[in-house]
Antibody, heavy 122, light 111 residues
Framework: EVQVVQSGAEVKKPGESLKISCKGS????????IGWVRQMPGKGLEWMGI????????RYRPSFQGQVTISADKSINTAYLQWSSLKASDTAMYYC???????????????WGQGTLVTVSS | QSVLTQPPSVSGAPGQRVTISCTGS?????????VHWYQQLPGTAPKLLIY???NRPSGVPDRFSGSKSGTSASLAITGLQAEDEADYYC???????????FGGGTRLTVL
């Protein structure tokens, strides 16, 4: 069965950098997009962006553009979400998920990682 | 404020039927874009429940069904069970955002 496995929880200070990962297996990694979704404490799901693993084409939600960087290394079937300078407001659970593209640019998320909890506190 | 609007909570007794609504606008559901539903059990990652408005992935019981009409969609759960207690989210595509949007989520309580 398809597996999506994320890196472990992180505790960081404001201003520090961070890169979390998402590894896919048991499917053709470069044929799919991977999406990142934020869930702040006690809140709902928020789409951040998606990346196509074949050519690293990336699309961001406008509010996250310039705040995070989504990248991938197809040689190791891994996608990344990166911050250059964390803020306390970045504290959240971050999920990655495999994206299924349908028609006219639409998509949904079929297999989800277990989530990576990022805590930013001084 | 989420782009898609869901009731914060719904409840029902075991065996009953409940529905969860998801209301959008002319730039998402009303534009004809598909609606998908996810179940998030406490302390776990979301799980795909319904895709393409009314399709169930393998392994999802047929007690769960989806529908869409106009600018709204609904998730129906029949024969309610204790293990259905979770948060439920709808998701669609929004042409103004040029990306995915989620509803705010609905907490289902099984009485």
């Amino acid at each position: 069965e398809v597996q999506v496995v994320q890196s472990g929880a992180e505790v960081k200070k404001p201003g520090e950098s961070l890169k979390i990962s998402c590894k896919g297996s048991r499917y053709s990694f470069t044929s799919y997009w991977i999406g990142w979704v934020r869930q702040m404490p006690g809140k709902g799901l928020e789409w951040m962006g998606i990346i196509y693993l074949g050519d690293s084409d990336t699309r961001y939600r406008p509010s996250f553009q310039g705040q995070v960087t989504i990248s991938a290394d197809k040689s190791i079937n891994t996608a990344y979400l990166q911050w250059s300078s964390l803020k306390a407001s970045d504290t959240a659970m971050y999920y990655c998920a495999r994206v299924v593209m349908t028609t006219a640019g639409q998509y949904y998320f079929d297999y989800w990682g277990q989530g990576t909890l990022v805590t930013v506190s001084s | 404020q989420s782009v898609l609007t869901q009731p914060p909570s719904v409840s029902g007794a075991p065996g009953q039927r409940v529905t969860i609504s998801c209301t959008g606008s002319s730039s998402n559901i009303g534009a004809g874009y598909d609606v998908h539903w996810y179940q998030q059990l406490p302390g776990t990652a979301p799980k795909l429940l319904i895709y393409g408005n009314n399709n169930r992935p393998s392994g999802v019981p047929d007690r769960f069904s989806g529908s869409k009409s106009g600018t709204s969609a609904s998730l129906a759960i029949t024969g309610l069970q204790a293990e259905d207690e979770a948060d439920y989210y709808c998701q669609s595509y929004d042409s103004s955002l040029r990306g995915s949007v989620f509803g705010g989520g609905t907490r289902l309580t099984v009485l």
